[in-house]
């Protein structure tokens, strides 16, 4: 076990990674934070910041040399830095379950070999690979690259052969996935961590609502039946078993109309859907990556209740005027977390709140006011 007091090591300097330093230095570890942007959300609270690229290999050394552990924030970090690490010290999530996250005809295969179900899909390499891919899929389908893709970028509808050749083009030209675009219901996913023990725990499966291609509400627990949420926690844990994987991982599923439940994707750390765990759980799934770092025994994910989270966008901000953030505070159950990011860009993940309450139904509509208060469509 590594205990309070020692220095552990995170790549990348987002919010997640802002939200994992503090839980980190709640418990009493120091942090080094490896990550270019000088005044990233993460460094500006931890209590070391190597600024520096992901395979600077002199940084790289220095994290290793400095922390008893460490872990990444995103996933993309280049695998090589992570095997370059993992030579030296403890890093977890592992190498191979980050290389498969970060590279969507990887992770789409293991699925698929594995026997998890998701969406039809094709691996178009290349622009002479789109029409037999578009007859494998069929349209309307998504073409999506395989790398670097976030909160709907790079990815294009596709209806049609002519609409395949433009996105392809649109897209750079790189390697994609050529997906069905299937009917949903809803969309879920399930966050659970899981200890180098193979010792799994689940938070409540939560549900998720996008607007433009990024999560704008979360709210837990998801109104599903209790089957479906039993056959989603068993996949989740079943995908982190395959993945010999250690710390958080998020599942993304879809619920589709006709009733099936495909996977869409995964991350191989704390996840936007599970922000609400902050507030609304006994250990928030920041306190879970620490504790499956350290190789602490797991926390308890027991609920107090239900929670809906939406997400603070960019676009909230008027130049650089802040929103009123009284219409948030004014609520006593609701609770305003910041990333202290210094510009507001549209479509910029600048915070978060999340309404708490008796049940799914309330927080729902507590959300959905204080969205209204704030001018968020
Ligand atoms: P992704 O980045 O792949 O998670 O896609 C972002 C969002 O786009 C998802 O959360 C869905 O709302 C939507 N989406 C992505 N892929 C599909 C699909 N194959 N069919 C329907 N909707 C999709």
Known sequence: MILPGARLGLLGGGQLGRMFVISARTMGYHVTVLDPDAGSPAAQVADRHLAADYDDER?????????????????????????????????????????????????????????????????????????????????????????LGYDGKGQARVDDFGMAQQAFAALGGVACVLEERVALEREISVVLARGASGEVRAYPVTENRHRDGILDVSLAPARVTEELRTRATALATAIAAKLDYCGVLAVEFFVCQDGCLLVNEFAPRPHNSGHWTLDAAATSQFEQQVRALCGLPLGDPRVHGAAAMVNLLGDLWQGANAPAWERILCHSATKLHLYGKPEARPGRKMGHATCLGETPEDVLKSVLRLKMDLGIP
């Open 59 to 147: 940084a790289l050394e220095k994290l290793a040399r400095d922390c008893a552990a460490v872990t990444t924030e995103f996933e993309n970090v280049p695998a090589a830095s992570l095997a370059f690490l993992a030579a030296r010290v403890p890093v977890r999530p592992g190498a191979k379950a980050v290389a498969i996250a970060q590279d969507r005809a990887q992770e789409k295969t293991f699925l698929r070999d594995n026997g998890f179900a998701t969406a039809r899909f094709a691996l178009v390499g290349d622009a002479a690979a789109l029409e037999s891919a578009l007859r494998a899929v069929g349209s309307p389908a998504l073409l999506k690259t395989t790398r």
